[in-house]
C-alpha cells in the first residue's frame, strides 16, 4: 500500500464514516424490496415507484456513502478537515436518511404534499455538508487533482440540489414554478455524471495508486478529463436546447467517460500486486458499465434513438458503475479505517499491535468474493428485466441479498472492532 503524500493527523473519529456507511445499506435494501413488491416499475421510467427505488439507491445508497468517505478522504489528501465533523455527521446523517425516506414515500405514492417537508430535511442536510465541505475545500489551498475534482463534484451536486428543489416546487406550486421532463433530465445529468462520475474520478486518482500499488493516473487525464466534463453539464444546460448544441453537450460527456474508464483500466493493469482481489474486481466492472451507459448515451444521436437508450444507460449507470465502485471500495476502506484507528489506540502500548486482527480478518475475502458473485448476479438479472419480459422480482431478491450481505459484512467487521478495543482496554 502506498502512503506518500498522505496525511493522517487530522482524520475524524471512525464512528464519523462508519456511521454513514453502516446505515445506507438499508437504503439499497428498500429499494429491493419496491422492485420485488412492485415488479412492474421497471417497465416505464416515470413509474412512480421507479422514481421512489432510483432516489433510495442514489441518495438512500451513493450519496450516504459519498459524504461518509469525503469526511475521511479529505484531511487525508488534502491535510485539511471538514470543520465540526464530529458533530455535525449525526445531524447530516439523520436529515438526509429522513428526507430520503419522505422523498420516497412522496414520490412511490403520488402524495405530493409531503414533497416540501422531504425538500426542507434533504436542502439542511445537504446544505450543511456542502457548506462544511466548501469551507474544508477552500482551505486546502494547495490543491491536488484529487482535491479538484472534488470541487467541482461538490458544485455539480449543489446544481443537481438546485434542480430537484425546481421539479419539487413544480408538483406542489405549479403557479410559480412549471413541471418539465427537461429539468429532471438535466437534474440527473447533474447528479449522475457531474456528482457521481467526477466524485469518482477525484477519489480514484488518489485510491488506485495507494490501495492496489498502480502508478498514477496520466497528468493530463487528472489536469483535464474533470473540468472538461463540468465544462460539457454547463453548456449543455446554459446554452440553447437544439439538437446542435445538446449533440455536442453530449458527446463530450460521453467522450470524458470513456476516456476516464480506458485510462483507469490502463491504471490498474500496470498495478505491480497481481493476487487476486475483489476491489480490483469490482472496479473492472464498474469501468467496463461506464463504458457501456456511455455508448448507450452516445446511441441516442443515432436511428436507434426510438429505443429508451437514455433510460437503459441511467440503469446501466447507476447499478453497474456507481453501486459497483461504492460496493468495491467498502470492501478495501472499511477494513482499512478500522485497522489504522486500531493501530492509533495502540500508541500507548505498542507490544498490543501484535495482537491486532488483520485487514483480511476484519472483512475476510471469501466474503468479498461473496459479494462480487452476488453483484454480478444482480446486474445480469436486472438488465434483462430491463430489456426482456425476464419478472423483475427476480432482480429484486437478488438486489435484496446483495445489500443484506453489504450490510453484515459492515456489522460484522465492526463488531470485530469493538471487540478489539475492549481487548486492548
Request: charged share 10%; with cysteine.
Amino acid at each position: 500500500m502506498r502512503m506518500t503524500g498522505l496525511s493522517l493527523d487530522n482524520i475524524p473519529p471512525l464512528s464519523v464514516p462508519l456511521g454513514f456507511f453502516r446505515v445506507a445499506p438499508l437504503f439499497g435494501f428498500s429499494a429491493a424490496l419496491l422492485l420485488i413488491l412492485s415488479p412492474e416499475l421497471l417497465s416505464q421510467r416515470w413509474h412512480p415507484s421507479l422514481l421512489a427505488a432510483t432516489h433510495l439507491l442514489t441518495l438512500g445508497f451513493m450519496a450516504m456513502v459519498m459524504l461518509g468517505a469525503l469526511f475521511q478522504v479529505l484531511p487525508v489528501i488534502s491535510s485539511h478537515s471538514i470543520p465540526a465533523a464530529t458533530q455535525a455527521a449525526p445531524w447530516i446523517r439523520v436529515l438526509l436518511g429522513s428526507g430520503t425516506v419522505v422523498l420516497a414515500a412522496s414520490l412511490g405514492t403520488s402524495a405530493h404534499a409531503w414533497l416540501p417537508l422531504a425538500m426542507t430535511l434533504l436542502v439542511c442536510g445537504l446544505g450543511l455538508f456542502l457548506l462544511l465541505l466548501g469551507v474544508g475545500l477552500i482551505k486546502a489551498r494547495q490543491a491536488g487533482e484529487s482535491v479538484l475534482a472534488i470541487r467541482y463534484a461538490a458544485l455539480s451536486l449543489a446544481i443537481a440540489s438546485g434542480f430537484g428543489i425546481m421539479q419539487i416546487f413544480g408538483y406542489t406550486m405549479p403557479s410559480w414554478v412549471s413541471y418539465s421532463p427537461l429539468t429532471t433530465d438535466i437534474h440527473a445529468g447533474w447528479g449522475l455524471a457531474g456528482w457521481a462520475l467526477l466524485l469518482v474520478m477525484g477519489v480514484s486518482f488518489q485510491v488506485i495508486p495507494m490501495f492496489h500499488v498502480a502508478p498514477a493516473f496520466p497528468r493530463w487525464c487528472r489536469k483535464g478529463l474533470p473540468p472538461v466534463l463540468f465544462i460539457c453539464l454547463l453548456a449543455s444546460t446554459l446554452l440553447p436546447q437544439d439538437a446542435l448544441w445538446q449533440q455536442l453537450g453530449l458527446l463530450g460527456i460521453v467522450s470524458s467517460a470513456l476516456l476516464f474508464s480506458a485510462n483507469a483500466c490502463q491504471v490498474l493493469r500496470q498495478r505491480k500486486r497481481k493476487i487476486r482481489d475483489e476491489t480490483v474486481r469490482f472496479w473492472y466492472l464498474a469501468l467496463f458499465n461506464l463504458g457501456l451507459a456511455a455508448l448507450l448515451a452516445l446511441l441516442t444521436l443515432t436511428p436507434l434513438q426510438r429505443l429508451p437508450l437514455a433510460y437503459w444507460s441511467g440503469v446501466v449507470f447507476i447499478a453497474g458503475f456507481a453501486l459497483s465502485v461504492i460496493f468495491g471500495m467498502l470492501q478495501k476502506i472499511v477494513p482499512f479505517l478500522i485497522y489504522l484507528h486500531l493501530q492509533r489506540a495502540c500508541l500507548t502500548n505498542p507490544m498490543a499491535l501484535a495482537s491486532l486482527p488483520t485487514m483480511k480478518a476484519l472483512l475476510p475475502s471469501t466474503r468479498a468474493a461473496v459479494q462480487f458473485n452476488l453483484h454480478c448476479a444482480v446486474l445480469v438479472s436486472l438488465y434483462l428485466a430491463v430489456t426482456t419480459p425476464l419478472p423483475a422480482f427476480i432482480a429484486g431478491a437478488l438486489m435484496a441479498a446483495d445489500f443484506a450481505w453489504l450490510f453484515v459484512s459492515i456489522q460484522q467487521a465492526t463488531r470485530k472492532y469493538q471487540a478489539s478495543l475492549e481487548t486492548l482496554a
